[in-house]
């Protein structure tokens, strides 16, 4: 049985930031929410598959479901992952966002490229879990979210 992983250090742009894993009730609530977004976008996938050929994927198809998120459904789920996601600095650790939905990491309230980062990367790494063993974990590894690192 392998060692949970609580925490996964991470650097953007020269930036250390810590993704945590959410409490397993917050974690599975999120889970639905995104299964619900998710659902249709792997729909046309063939699950008896063991790798999934993402050249063959319908992009436009895939991404409908998040054109159709509603505000409120949205910045639920961006709150919940960027509240367990910490920016590592030499004072210590400081919550990217707090309780309340303000930003407390410096200078990321208009950085969106690094916000959505974090929240994907933040989503990413407390549902993949969840996907081991079936064909849609070799999806989340093939669209590769550590490119998502990457200076720019």
């Known amino acids: 049985m392998d060692i949970p992983e609580n925490y996964k250090d991470i650097e953007i ?3 250390k930031f810590r993704l945590n894993k959410m409490d397993a009730k ?3 609530f999120m889970l639905f929410k ?3 977004i998710l659902t249709p976008m792997v729909k046309n996938i063939k699950t008896d598959e063991k790798e999934v050929d993402l050249a063959n ?3 436009t198809e895939i991404a409908e479901s998040l054109f159709d998120l509603e ?3 949205f910045r639920y789920i961006q709150d919940n992952a960027l509240q367990v996601v910490q920016e590592l600095l030499g004072a210590g650790p400081t919550k990217v966002l707090n309780q309340f939905g303000e930003f407390e990491a410096n200078n990321i309230e208009f950085d969106t490229g690094l ?3 974090l929240t994907v990367q933040s989503l990413y790494f407390n549902i993949k879990g969840f996907f081991k063993g079936s064909p849609l974990e070799s999806m989340l590894k ?3 979210i550590s490119q998502l690192n990457l200076k720019m």
Do not use: F, P
């Open 13 to 15: 742009n020269g930036r």
């Open 26 to 28: 917050t974690g599975s």
């Open 142 to 144: 093939g669209l590769n």
């Open 71 to 73: 505000e409120k459904e």
């Open 115 to 117: 916000v959505m980062n």
């Open 34 to 36: 995104l299964m619900k």
């Open 57 to 59: 994927l319908n992009l």
